[in-house]
T-cell receptor, first 115, second 111 residues
């Protein structure tokens, strides 16, 4: 398995623009998580899905953020409009039946810079 | 509110030294504690701990959990420059589906 795949790896955008981050979880995993990582706040859970259904979005900072999971192999995190304070590394992670032994598997992350 | 606190925030040691990283937690209905190593990219899994007093070991790394005092330690012996990374602790609480992460300990090993 290729692991959790995220795209793009880097994104630089201007304030006010829409940004879409993409994630392909490991095949067979039924949980998908979106995290944001900054130096100040560390890893913060934004939202997670179980079997494509959003379970907890309490970590989504505000209405500018939205996430979807239209099927078991794809999820998006959208920021509209983007702001400089959204600059961070965004990680997607997935987990499945082996979670009891291995926890999550993380993707390589998308480094977002909003200027 | 559930909380995971790691210490120290950063650490600089020389190759060959032994280091101990700490993770304390306050999580409702604790289920498990995980350690991850993060270099330049994604965190990679090291250990999962669920029972007190049972040491998990992998090469020069080892970890143990104390569920009474609500903490875990990660030990690295004979450190190497390749051990330089951020070490993250995460705790699974009552939801059973998500982990709460600490802000990490940044370890730098100098030759």
């Amino acid at each position: 398995d290729a692991g959790v795949i995220q795209s793009p790896r880097h994104e630089v955008t201007e304030m006010g623009q829409e940004v879409t981050l993409r994630c392909k979880p490991i095949s067979g995993h039924d949980y998908l998580f979106w995290y944001r990582q900054t130096m100040m706040r560390g890893l913060e859970l934004l939202i997670y899905f179980n079997n494509n259904v959003p379970i907890d979005d309490s970590g989504m900072p505000e209405d500018r953020f939205s996430a979807k999971m239209p099927n078991a192999s794809f999820s998006t995190l959208k920021i509209q409009p983007s702001e400089p304070r959204d600059s961070a590394v965004y990680f997607c992670a997935s987990s499945g039946w082996e979670r009891g032994h291995n926890g999550y598997t993380f993707g390589s992350g998308t480094r977002l810079t909003v200027v | 509110e559930d909380k995971v606190v790691q210490s120290p925030l950063s650490l600089v040691v020389h190759e060959g030294d032994t280091v101990t990283l700490n993770c304390s937690y306050e999580v409702t209905n604790f289920r498990s504690l995980l350690w991850y190593k993060q270099e330049k990219k994604a965190p990679t899994f090291l250990f999962m701990l669920t029972s007190s007093g049972i040491e998990k070991k992998s090469g020069r790394l080892s970890s143990i959990l104390d569920k009474k005092e609500l903490f875990s330690i990660l030990n690295i012996t004979a450190t190497q420059t390749g051990d330089s990374a951020i070490y993250l602790c995460a705790v699974e609480g009552n939801t059973g589906n998500q982990f709460y992460f600490g802000t990490g300990t940044s370890l730098t090993v100098i030759p």
